[in-house]
């Protein structure tokens, strides 16, 4: 499809009888690679022959430019009946006598006596000599006949300037010359290829990109047709980075073809790319300033180049140029060439990271000094992590390690550096790197810095010989008074060593003496001194050997101390949230992981976003959200997958979701993925016992009860090993005693119970002693288990935790409707609302509680229509609530509508009043609508009343 050369074909296309007389009857098309000259002279030539007009073709080509005549032999082939040969010089360099040149001129003169002809010659510059001086004797002579010459000549090609091609040109009597395409006819095309309209956007990317090249214009509509993108806004930035290899590979031939000062002129544009400084790329194609503005001249004629722009160094037209260009050099003088633009821009003082970049392609020299290479190296990996780019940065230092010696202290300096910046998404690469520099490392603080690069989290799964190295490293060292750094390496490194051994009585009666050794009021000025802390705290309080008032107050003097930024997940300072979180002390935790997570999203760090997200997770599952604590731990372990396979935070995380919410299929799916049994080699007891756990709970949601029973017992038998006594996090004994009771082993489950109050009685965190009164009450008869049941109840109203207070309002509201309490009712509309808030609408039918009792109770909004509500009675608009919850503003119209409807109220107007009597626990209007019974949740029986044999009861 030819556009925008009407005027070219009316000047082509006129009758040959124009052509006779005095004038010359050549007429010469220009233009660049891909203008569309050959697509102008087919359309020419078709056009005379259906005229009636007789055509002789010749194609010049680069591989016959040596044969002498060969573009005549073309046109005059098809007239010669005999086949003989016009003329045979002796030698390539031989002038063709002008007797021939008369004689083959006469047999132009002899084919046109019956019609007009057209002689049409491709590619002048690639003719041979003997043709050129044919041509340009026709052209210089009029001719009797009806003939035209049309020849096309490839504008800025060094060869199109040869006295002969020049001689050419001067004899025609027209010299035509193809603009670019104008936007109008590059969106034609485009809409053409993709049979559909093309957007404004898309269509101005592709008239950039190919700067108006008919044949650029093309290939690039071909690839982005082939991988199904359509002509829409949203694809046009992927316009100048398509690369069509068929394009790549027919510019890489033609720039193979070009004189040796344009082709290296183009391989240095090539390897400079965005540096193309004119006077870098003459320096490093070995051209001067005048061959450099000649090469950069013809390339800029031949269409390779953008348009020439006053102050901007030359660039090519498009990518795929670019990779042409590369292509035409080997693998070995690329790599020779990528060094010594590397060499020429650190001597020019460009930036660390543009030196880099060609260092990266080049392969390193062992003959010459490198360590200007890792200076840059090392310079260009900070640069990259000062823009969020750690990947970038790694592959640096990993190349930096090929120009340092094999033994030497400057490897270890990049090794440290490498582990440093692999703990951002490597930590067991990092862990590796960090142990192979320190014994590379000359003195004991140099090796001590070296293992503070590895994470406290990496321990459960490195090597054996991890904790040996930190033992010798930190006996090494020689603490001075608390303010030297060789004091609080050795405080830091004494803190790894104790995550890295296995959890064992042992281990944590050494961290109660330490702590006790520390004072009761620890120094904590320095992030060693919070490191030890943290890890002794954890462990005695794992121990059961500190009050929770203790606990909290240590707790919180640390975390005063500490910002939410990623640094902290690679110390021990994670600790920190499992003692606030088994002590039920949430007040400062939900900002400060949520400003974590988002830091840590900001700053690309993969690691500090899976543990940020492990932590932000439990801080909502401990709150009751279920929801959101759902999401986000399904998101970080599909992170933690990708990009951390060793870590099992993330896992165990969404294992105690599973638990939480009695999730069969993400308990079954865990299972599967390898999340339990315990494996004999764990030694963690996060781990081991989380595992332990999930089994536990898959078996009883599966109605086994003597499995779950066995699993929950055996999470029991782990932590007795381990000295474990802390009874919040792990609540085993209560889901035992279900699993015991359920089996008719009433006496076993009572003593389960019975200890698991005193336990966490002693502790005192409301969560925990709420959960184990609750169990304890439900499976108690009578009064007695009543007043347990008020007192958890009365308990949890100081917890955090919203979705055990819903459980122990809804066990207390069944037992009174047993008992034909009129305050049933108004508990269990209580605990179903806030189980609505946590995002468990159905809990009242999970819990078994009698239809005549909860049967009227209102089905209330979820958590999060209700926070969308209470953002609306503020004031806030649909666009201002979207931005706040992060959703869009279709999500922000259903909330408010299903919200109106289970409340009952037409409209904004009255949902202020209708939250407040919601909240006080009663329904805003007499027509709110009631819940109903989720047809696929069998109601669980009533452990109490009912006999064993009458169904499984579900632990809580």
Not at 261 to 289: K, M, N
Not at 561 to 581: D, G, K, R, S
Not at 622 to 636: F, K, P, V
């Amino acid at each position: 499809m030819l556009l925008e050369r009407e005027a070219e074909l009316r000047a082509l296309t006129g009758t040959p009888d124009a052509a006779t007389g005095a004038g010359s009857p050549l007429t010469v098309v220009v233009g660049g690679f891909g203008a569309g000259k050959s697509e102008l002279l087919d359309e020419v030539s078709a056009r005379a022959e259906d005229s009636g007009t007789r055509v002789l073709r010749a194609d010049a080509a680069w591989s016959e430019r040596d044969f002498p005549l060969g573009v005549v032999h073309q046109l005059f082939e098809p007239a010669q009946a005999d086949g003989r040969l016009l003329y045979d010089p002796a030698s390539p360099e031989e002038a063709v006598p002008h007797p021939v040149l008369r004689r083959l001129r006469a047999q132009v003169e002899d084919i046109a006596a019956d019609a007009p002809l057209l002689i049409a010659v491709d590619d002048l510059h690639w003719a041979d000599e003997a043709s050129l001086r044919w041509l340009a004797y026709v052209a210089k002579r009029p001719l009797v006949r009806p003939v035209t010459v049309v020849a096309t000549l490839a504008d800025g090609d060094p060869r199109g300037a040869t006295p002969l091609v020049r001689d050419v040109l001067e004899s025609s009597a027209t010299v035509l010359r193809l603009r670019p395409l104008s936007r109008q006819a590059v969106r034609a095309m485009v809409e053409r290829q993709f049979g559909e309209p093309a957007d404004e956007a898309f269509a101005d990317a592709c008239h950039r990109a190919a700067g108006g090249n008919p044949m650029l214009t093309v290939h690039l509509g071909d690839e982005l047709h082939r991988a199904g993108l359509r002509p829409s806004a949203e694809h046009a930035g992927t316009v100048a980075r398509v690369c069509p290899p068929p394009l790549r590979d027919h510019l890489t031939l033609r720039i193979r073809q070009l004189p040796s000062p344009l082709t290296e002129f183009a391989t240095a544009l090539a390897v400079l790319a965005e540096q193309a400084d004119r006077s870098l790329v003459g320096t490093l194609a070995g051209l001067d300033p005048v061959g450099c503005a000649v090469a950069e001249r013809a390339l800029r004629g031949l269409g390779l180049l953008a348009p020439h722009t006053d102050g901007r160094p030359p660039a090519f037209l498009h990518q795929v140029v670019l990779e042409a260009a590369r292509e035409t050099v080997a693998a070995a003088d690329l790599h020779r060439l990528m060094g010594d633009a590397a060499v020429l821009l650190h001597r020019t003082g460009h930036p660390a990271e543009q030196v880099a970049a060609r260092l990266m392609a080049a392969h390193p020299d062992t003959s010459r000094d490198g360590r200007w290479a890792v200076t840059v190296l090392r310079a260009a990996a900070e640069a990259a992590l000062d823009r969020g780019a750690p990947q970038e940065a790694v592959c640096y230092l990993r190349r930096s390690l090929r120009e340092t010696s094999t033994d030497g202290e400057d490897r270890a300096a990049v090794l440290v550096d490498l582990a440093g910046v692999e703990r951002v998404y490597d930590p067991w690469m990092a862990a590796r790197h960090a142990s192979q520099a320190v014994p590379l490392l000359p003195s004991a603080r140099q090796r001590a810095v070296a293992l503070t690069r590895i994470s406290p989290p990496v321990f459960d799964t490195a090597p054996p010989q991890t904790a040996d190295l930190l033992r010798t490293v930190e006996a090494a060292l020689v603490p001075g008074a608390p303010e030297e750094v060789e004091h609080q390496l050795s405080l830091r490194l004494r803190a790894r060593l104790h995550c890295a051994e296995p959890t064992t009585p042992e281990r944590l009666a050494g961290a109660v003496r330490r702590l006790r050794d520390l004072g009761p009021e620890p120094r904590l000025s320095t992030v060693a001194e919070r490191e030890l802390a943290t890890v002794m705290l954890h462990d005695a309080m794992a121990a059961g050997q500190v009050t929770r008032a203790d606990t909290l107050r240590l707790a919180r003097r640390i975390l005063a101390h500490e910002p939410p930024v990623p640094e902290v997940t690679y110390t021990t300072l994670p600790l920190l949230l499992l003692i606030l979180l088994s002590a039920d002390a949430l007040e400062d935790l939900p900002a400060w992981t949520q400003t974590l997570l988002d830091r840590a999203v900001e700053q690309n760090a993969l690691v500090p976003r899976v543990m940020a997200g492990t932590g932000r997770s439990l801080v909502l599952l401990s709150s009751g959200d279920m929801t959101r604590a759902r999401a986000l731990a399904l998101e970080t372990r599909q992170l933690a997958v990708d990009c951390w396979p060793s870590n099992t935070a993330a896992t165990i995380a969404l294992s105690m979701v599973a638990i939480e919410t009695m999730d069969a299929r993400l308990c079954d799916r865990l299972v599967d993925e390898g999340a339990g049994p315990e494996s004999p080699d764990v030694t963690d007891v996060y781990r081991g016992v989380s595992h332990r756990m999930l089994r536990g709970q898959q078996a009883w949601l599966r109605r086994d009860p003597a499995a779950a029973a066995d699993h929950f017992l055996a999470c029991g038998r782990r932590l007795e090993q381990a000295g474990w006594h802390d009874s919040a996090l792990f609540p085993w004994r209560s889901l035992a005693a279900l699993a015991l009771h359920r089996l008719g082993d009433r006496a076993a489950a009572d003593e389960l119970t019975r200890e698991a109050c005193d336990r966490t009685r002693a502790w005192g965190a409301p969560a925990a002693l709420g959960r184990a009164l609750r169990v304890r009450g439900t499976l108690s008869e009578g009064a007695p288990g009543t007043v347990l049941l008020t007192e958890a109840v009365e308990v949890l109203r100081a917890s955090h935790n919203r979705l055990e207070l819903a459980r122990a309002l809804l066990e207390l509201g069944r037992r009174r409707a047993r008992e034909g309490d009129r305050r049933a009712t108004a508990l269990l509309r209580e605990g179903t609302v806030l189980a609505g808030e946590c995002g468990v609408p159905d809990l009242a039918a999970r819990t078994g509680s009698p239809p005549t009792a909860w049967a009227a109770v209102p089905a209330g909004p979820t958590g999060g229509q209700l926070t969308a509500a209470r953002l609306a009675a503020r004031g806030l608009s649909n666009r201002e609530i979207a931005a706040e919850l992060g959703v869009t503003q279709r999500a922000v119209e259903k909330h408010l509508t299903a919200v109106y409807r289970k409340l009952n109220v037409s409209g904004r107007s009255c949902l202020a009043e209708a939250l407040h009597q919601l909240e006080k626990g009663r329904p805003s209007a007499p027509g709110m609508p009631r819940l109903s019974v989720p047809a696929d949740i069998p109601p669980e029986p009533d452990t109490v009343t009912r006999p064993p044999s009458r169904g499984n009861p579900r632990p809580r």
